[in-house]
């Protein structure tokens, strides 16, 4: 791997990974609520069953993370994840909506969550393992770009073969295109050999455990991870009865409105890893906190739909610095045979509150009796991360001393 060059072709290649991952998720939560009301009148019966995928998340994650980092074939440590898990989960997929009954839909939905929690880790470690270090904030922006753009491909066109087929052809849809994006895998990525990676990462002392300073800011990222995401999930959660009950919006404008955040989320994702590699990564997650943290509180005494509208479209742009370099901290601990390891440790923290959010918040909702303490909330878990971030010491990575030097790290 060269250390001075970010190879951008090789890099969006090995996004397509993380692109089907997005179309799959993107039709499954935009879809799957509809079909299960076809069969349960309890709401949160349904709500309960959307969280598996979390619940799974949390379980399996971190462990088939560390089985990849054990795993050595001629195909690599992530690769036979991918291979076997990829194409179940498309099979699974089209078989979603043509369940006939209950029971038969929940063990396809559970076969689908249980596989995609196993080769998710494997398929998010390729990219730090092919990237070094200091490119890998750069590296994540094109991920989570190409991922944006997966997600975006699913509500668009499938709301559009929504309507010329019903559920059917949006689960078809995106199935093709995982079984795309694993023909681009197959054929154009290939991996390190694993054997050259243990035997660098032990020249390298790499492969020792962690000293008491590191594994103490190990902990206070991922603590910040899981008070961030906190807060990004309760308003990607309740955003739009926020804006309907407090606003006056109807459900599509507030739709509408959110998609703003996404949208300068995208936009910004590649520069944000760049600021990160110039400025670090710390020190750009903390600004990316203070941003929103700012835009969000006026948020908590004004109720005004173009306010709101300018402070999530601003909002996008930190919320992009905090996520894009938040990942390449925790992979910088794990040194290149623990990869698979502290990615699942990512999402162990990143699915924890993603579960736990939506309940706390709502159980301070119903105390409360409105929406307006959403963006309090939310305000207090960013406080809370930087809060965290601020005595963190490790995760960061030789920066380039301006921007002149990162671009002629490009190898276009």
Not at 98 to 120: C, K, N, P, Y
Not at 122 to 129: G, H, K, T
Not at 259 to 288: C, E, N, Y
Not at 349 to 366: A, E, K, M, T, Y
Request: charged share 15%.
């Amino acid at each position: 791997m060269n250390e001075n060059k970010l190879d951008i072709k090789k890099t969006l290649l090995l996004s397509f990974g993380f692109f089907a991952s997005s179309i799959a998720w993107s039709v499954y939560n935009s879809f799957v609520p509809q079909i299960l009301e076809g069969y349960l009148e309890s709401t949160a019966l349904i709500g309960f069953i959307m969280t598996i995928d979390n619940i799974f998340g949390v379980i399996f994650q971190p462990l088939f993370g560390r089985l990849s980092d054990k795993t050595h074939t001629r195909f690599g440590r992530r690769m036979p994840y991918i291979f076997i898990g990829l194409p179940v989960c498309a099979v699974a997929f089209t078989l979603i909506p043509r369940m006939t009954g209950l029971w038969s839909l929940m063990a396809v939905l559970i076969i689908f969550t249980f596989v995609m929690s196993a080769w998710r880790s494997p398929v998010v470690a390729l990219m730090p393992d092919i990237t070094p270090g200091p490119l890998r904030s750069q590296a994540n922006g094109i991920v989570n770009l190409m991922g944006g753009i997966g997600s975006l491909l699913a509500f668009f066109a499938g709301g559009i073969l929504f309507r010329m087929g019903g559920f059917p052809l949006p689960f078809l849809m995106s199935a093709v295109m995982m079984m795309l994006a694993l023909a681009v895998l197959a054929i154009f990525v290939r991996e390190p050999k694993s054997e050259a990676l243990s035997m660098e990462s032990e020249s390298k002392n790499s492969g020792e455990k962690l000293d008491k300073n590191e594994k103490k800011s190990l902990l206070l990222i991922l603590f910040g991870v899981f008070f961030w995401f906190t807060g990004y999930n309760a308003v990607e959660t309740f955003f739009t009865l926020y804006a309907t009950n407090t606003l006056g919006m109807d459900a599509g404008g507030a739709a509408m409105t959110l998609s703003i955040f996404s949208l300068t989320f995208l936009g910004f994702a590649v520069p944000a890893g760049f600021i990160g590699a110039k400025t670090g990564r710390r020190k750009a997650i903390l600004a990316g906190l203070a941003g929103l943290t700012l835009l969000f509180f006026p948020m908590i005494f004004l109720a005004n739909v173009w306010l709101t509208r300018i402070c999530l479209f601003l909002g996008g742009f930190f919320w992009a610095l905090v996520n894009i370099n938040s990942l390449p901290m925790v992979v910088q601990l794990s040194g290149d045979n623990k990869i698979g390891a502290y990615v699942g440790y990512y999402y162990f923290f990143s699915f924890s509150s993603q579960i736990v959010s939506p309940v706390l918040f709502g159980f301070i909702r119903d105390l409360t009796g409105h929406y307006k303490v959403l963006f309090l909330y939310t305000c207090i878990a960013f406080v809370l991360a930087a809060f965290s971030l601020l005595f963190v010491r490790h995760g960061e990575d030789n920066t380039p001393d301006n921007v002149s030097q990162v671009l002629e790290r490009l190898d276009i």
